[in-house]
């Protein structure tokens, strides 16, 4: 009878640790497409910033730092994500790569007027 009772116990154990594995499965999906929407937002911000900038001066810029941004509340709210953008200017375009804390990963290389994700 007793190995009965340890036998339960440890299947109601188990039971318990499948359900806790299964709602972080959950929760780590749901934080991930959320961090996706906002990289893509930050990033299609950039590219346009980018663009702006090519438009002005005939070439990409060497780094982040040389893009004028307005006070909107749009751009405001972005900014502590877009610092974490890293930008690498190509011969032919730039490359743009978030890595996030949970392991969501996101490059964009934009080159001869063409983007392609990675």
Not at 7 to 12: D, E, M, N, Q, T
Not at 43 to 62: F, M, N, S, V
Not at 87 to 103: C, I, M, N, Q
Request: proline content about 2%; charged content about 20%; aromatic content about 10%.
């Amino acid at each position: 009878m007793k190995a009965l009772l340890l036998i339960h116990k440890l299947f109601g154990v188990a039971v318990l640790a499948l359900a806790c594995l299964f709602g972080w499965i959950v929760y780590a999906s749901i934080r991930n497409g959320r961090e996706a929407s906002r990289v893509e937002v930050m990033q299609t911000a950039l590219e346009a910033k980018l663009a702006a900038y090519r438009r002005a001066t005939g070439e990409y810029p060497d780094s982040l730092q040389l893009l004028s941004f307005t006070n909107s509340s749009q751009e405001v709210q972005m900014l502590p994500g877009i610092r974490k953008i890293s930008y690498r200017h190509t011969k032919s375009g730039y490359v743009l790569s978030y890595e996030g804390a949970s392991g969501y990963k996101n490059t964009r290389t934009f080159t001869n007027e063409k983007l392609s994700d990675r």
